[in-house]
């Protein structure tokens, strides 16, 4: 018969975790993408949107003329100016709470220009992926992302 040698089961596997300096580059890495995502979303939010700007003045002054225009109006008209009133009347809030919430663009470009380079290498991002973004080529300048990579 076989002599069969016990061993354990739970042997302890020696796990070193993170080392400080990968703590570090994850941190890092964090911080890139957090400065990227902001500088980004507040491109978007501020973007130049097509046409004429409307200003809250303007919309305040459409606002007055569709009270008197719905009261002359045929039904049907009537229903396009309410819907034309209630949709002046959201953007006019969005406006104005807008104006009230500012976003300093200029310290989360500087952000940006900080974490830009780093964050392109690690994830491969090219300079033609920011343009189209809306990241003007003056910020990738000064952030060392050029054309060549």
């Known amino acids: 018969m076989p ?4 061993t354990s089961m739970a042997a302890k596997r020696t796990n070193p975790g993170l080392t400080e300096e990968h703590k570090a580059a994850l941190a890092e890495g964090r911080a890139q993408g957090r400065a ?3 500088y980004l979303e507040a491109l978007d ?3 130049p949107k097509r046409g004429r700007k409307r200003t809250p003045e303007s919309m305040q002054a459409r606002l007055d003329r569709l009270d008197a225009e719905i009261e002359s ?8 100016l309410v819907q034309e ?3 002046l009347q959201a953007e006019l809030a969005a406006a104005r709470a807008a104006a009230e919430s500012t ?3 200029d310290a989360l470009e500087a952000d940006f220009v900080q974490a830009a380079r780093g964050y392109s290498q690690r994830k491969g ?8 973004l809306g990241v003007s080529a003056a910020t990738l300048k000064a952030a060392g992302v ?4």
Request: proline residues 3%.
């Open 103 to 105: 976003v300093n663009i």
């Open 73 to 80: 109006a045929d039904p049907l008209k009537r229903l396009q």
């Open 3 to 6: 002599v069969l040698y016990l």
């Open 125 to 132: 991002i090219s300079y033609a992926a920011w343009r189209e």
């Open 45 to 47: 939010a501020h973007k």
């Open 85 to 87: 009133r209630i949709d």
């Open 146 to 149: 050029t054309r060549a990579g």
């Open 36 to 38: 990227v995502r902001r």
